[in-house]
């Protein structure tokens, strides 16, 4: 159980539970710090701490007329910041709450911390309120926040003497090349080596990774972590909103920081306006830490991740997703192309036919979506034909749906048309309707807009009893919107959460509705929108080699079980080619694609066992935990390696070898060490010109393939003698 206390002699908080502890300085001539974070050790001595003049606040804060002191581009050095001061702190079950107040301006921020018990893990935030005291010499009517960090700490520095000490592993995104992981030391990331006491200030130097507008991964990906380069410590974060995050590594007078941030008024023109007895919430974030490398951390936040994710009961039933788009259809369904599609993708098993882009227009569609009716030229005999002949397969009809904008030519973006949503309905700036990519935006604060878009959920539901709704998201929003006298930012960060609570109204009413996450790909790869949705796309990649990379690298973004990963064999391809598209999809979600219906009773064997491959995964992978034999894989790599470890300690490993990479590869597996084990292949169920051979010694696996690239296995390791007692020591005789 958590768990606060203070060590004699120390003004000190320590808080956590078996997994991790943390240590906070609630001096009161400081800001609170939190000093101390790692598993507890064994004699209860605890974590180690930060000395005085390595520590970071916990808070910054900055307002209009309050910047920073040194001033610059850091979110650091707040002045507000610096003068917070520890008012109390409260522990609830497995929640801490430290509230800090600045006397001078009547800003009082907590801190919120929700331990996961067991994880090593916790989730945060921060919650501002202003109460100015007139009898303090506070009179202001309001104050504008510009700044408000989620967290901030410098706590790791007690794993190295300095930032020398230290990696980030991070991953750039963006479409059809999402999560393209890098790890790099800090200084060559960005922290420049000045001479601290020669210059008599803290470096200006920092490490700043952040995403714009309402796609929270349309550059960058939330997750990332600190890697100690000793090897047996890391931290990993990842901000949990679906519009503007940052993070920001630096270094302080002796010392250095992380800090965790929403959206801000230098990146994304946010800023509030808070008076007396008003309050504001920051983002949520996640950390997690681990005695160990990016395996290890990763495995904690998967852990987290589960944790915080709000599972319903539809979410568990994890079906098999036919989707008519990628390498097939691509937005141009009609009754005569979907019903031989419909009849193959049943022989093959799928649970889920979803009809893609098209279904709602009769001509070019892009500019004019928004009503969200099937076209009359597509389904001569109505879209209920077709859905039919899903349900008659005992299939679930799904549709493609875009709900977030109207496009500039739809009767319900043209006033003339007598049908139009009121102005209020879509984003603007200064008055003036914004437009991007031939559609207007959606601004859910708004009840009109909010109704158009609960309507047209409810009416697919109730007219064509809709079970599977892929949601996509194809137009960035830009800053956001100052409708309501907002500033842009501040309009975004209201309207997201807006359609957090929109998602939340249509599960409520439609318990057994499942709906995919997707934005242009991954576009929209965030734990706000993930906790509550069913399925992630991982990309709109069409070529199945470089998607490799992409499904590998998926799980250390999100859950293994949400990764949609595109499996899109190709008809008339060669069998090494069709296996290493289905490969890609075994061990995430495997969305199946490509025209089943033209293919040899030999090929649609094979994606039958594809399916059934990937079935008995779903058996175990909301248990299972990803690990990455060969490290997260760059964008070329040649050899490709991911693994999931299933509870009962057996492992499954897909290997891609792309053109260019030699015909054997090493595959460590440290944890079957002075092990015996059994590699058998898992899909296909046979070898087929691969072969390998273990050294338990060294606990690596050599594999050998004489098929050239591109090609793909995925295996099973087996654990085939007890595993090796731990090696006693003195004290243990």
Same mark, same amino acid.
């Given at each position: ?23 906070? &300085?609630?001096? %009161? ?38 910047? %920073? ?51 090593? #893990?916790?989730?945060?935030? $921060? ?12 009179? &202001? ?25 230290? =990696? ?8 059809? $090349? ?170 093959? #098993? ?10 709602? &227009? ?5 500019? $004019? ?11 001569? #005999? ?36 007598? %049908? ?48 599977? +709704?892929?949601?996509? *998201? ?23 959460? &807006? ?42 990649? =069409? ?14 973004? +999100? ?48 994606? %039958? ?11 175990? +992978?909301?248990?299972? /935990? ?36 030699? *015909?054997?590869? /090493? +595959? ?66």
């Amino acid at each position: 159980m958590p768990e606060a206390l203070g060590r004699p002699g120390d003004d000190v908080l320590v808080w956590g539970d078996d997994a991790l502890e943390l240590v906070f &300085a609630i001096g %009161r001539d400081a800001p609170v710090s939190l000093i101390g974070l790692r598993a507890p050790g064994a004699s209860r001595t605890g974590a180690a701490v930060l000395a005085p003049a390595l520590r970071q606040p916990l808070v910054e804060i900055s307002a209009f007329g309050h910047g %920073r002191f040194p001033g610059g581009f850091r979110n650091v050095d707040t002045v507000i910041g610096a003068r917070l001061r520890h008012e109390s702190h409260v522990v609830e079950k497995h929640t801490l709450r430290i509230r800090q107040r600045d006397e001078e301006t009547g800003l009082a921020v907590t801190s919120v911390f929700e331990v996961t018990p067991g994880v090593g #893990g916790f989730r945060t935030w $921060s919650e501002v309120s202003y109460a100015p005291s007139p009898a303090g010499g506070v009179e &202001a009517a309001s104050i504008v926040l510009d700044f408000l960090s989620t967290f901030a700490t410098g706590a790791f520095l007690t794993e190295a003497p300095d930032v020398e000490g230290f =990696q980030l592993a991070s991953a750039a995104n963006d479409w059809v $090349s999402e999560g393209r992981w890098s790890t790099r030391s800090l200084r060559d990331s960005g922290l420049a080596r000045i001479d601290r006491d020669l210059q008599h200030h803290p470096p200006r130097s920092r490490i700043h990774v952040a995403d714009r507008g309402s796609w929270s991964s349309g550059e960058h990906v939330p997750t990332a972590a600190l890697l100690a380069e000793s090897g047996d410590y890391a931290l990993a974060w990842q901000i949990e909103h679906n519009g503007p995050w940052g993070f920001e590594i630096g270094e302080t007078r002796h010392g250095a920081y992380l800090l965790l941030t929403g959206p801000t008024d230098q990146d994304n023109q946010w800023s509030v306006r808070l008076r007396p007895g008003d309050s504001f919430t920051s983002v949520p974030a996640s950390v997690v830490v681990a005695s160990g490398g990016m395996d290890e951390v990763l495995a904690r936040m998967t852990s987290q991740r589960r944790a915080v994710r709000h599972v319903r009961a539809a979410d568990r039933r994890l079906p098999v997703v036919f989707n008519d788009y990628m390498n097939t259809l691509m937005g141009d369904p009609t009754t005569e192309k979907l019903l031989p599609l419909i009849d193959a993708a049943a022989a093959a #098993g799928v649970d889920i036919f979803c009809i893609d882009a098209g279904w709602y &227009a009769d001509g070019s569609w892009w500019d $004019s979506v928004g009503e969200w009716r099937p076209a009359a030229r597509r389904f001569p #005999g109505g879209i209920e034909e077709v859905i039919d002949r899903i349900r008659s397969h005992g299939m679930v009809a799904g549709l493609w749906l875009e709900p977030e904008v109207i496009g500039v030519r739809s009767p319900l973006a043209v006033a003339s048309s007598g %049908r139009a949503l009121p102005d209020s309905a879509f984003f603007s700036r200064g008055g003036v309707r914004l437009a991007e990519h031939g559609r207007h935006l959606l601004d859910l604060r708004d009840p009109a807009a909010r109704g158009h878009v609960d309507a047209v959920v409810d009416r697919l539901v109730a007219d064509y009893g809709i079970g599977f +709704i892929k949601m996509d *998201d194809n137009t960035m929003t830009g800053p956001g919107t100052d409708a309501g006298g907002l500033a842009p930012g501040a309009g975004l960060l209201e309207h997201n959460r &807006a359609l957090l609570a929109v998602i939340d109204g249509w599960q409520a009413r439609h318990p057994e509705l499942l709906i995919e996450s997707c934005a242009s790909g991954a576009m929209r790869l965030d734990q706000a929108m993930l906790s509550r949705l069913h399925l992630q796309s991982t990309s709109d990649q =069409q070529d199945p080699v470089m998607y490799a990379t992409i499904a590998a690298a998926a799980p250390a973004a +999100i859950l293994p079980e949400q990764a949609g990963n595109w499996a899109y064999p190709v008809a008339g391809s060669s069998r090494e080619e069709m296996v290493f598209a289905l490969v890609n999809g075994i061990l995430g979600r495997l969305y199946l694609s490509g025209y089943l219906n033209r293919m040899t009773a030999d090929e649609q064997a094979l994606v %039958r066992a594809a399916v059934d491959a990937h079935r008995r995964v779903l058996t175990t +992978i909301e248990r299972a /935990v990803p690990f990455w034999p060969l490290g997260l894989p760059a964008w070329e790599t040649p050899w490709v390696a991911l693994g999931l470890r299933e509870p009962a300690g057996s492992a499954l490993v897909s290997l891609w070898r792309r053109p260019g990479a030699a *015909d054997e590869v /090493v +595959i460590p597996l440290p944890f079957h060490r002075g092990e015996e084990i059994e590699v058998e292949p898992f899909f296909p169920d046979s070898a087929d010109g691969w072969s390998w051979r273990w050294d338990a010694a060294a606990g690596e696996l050599a594999v050998t393939v004489a098929v050239p690239a591109p090609t793909a296995r995925v295996l099973r390791v087996t654990r085939t003698s007890p595993a090796p007692s731990p090696e006693r020591t003195p004290d243990d005789q």
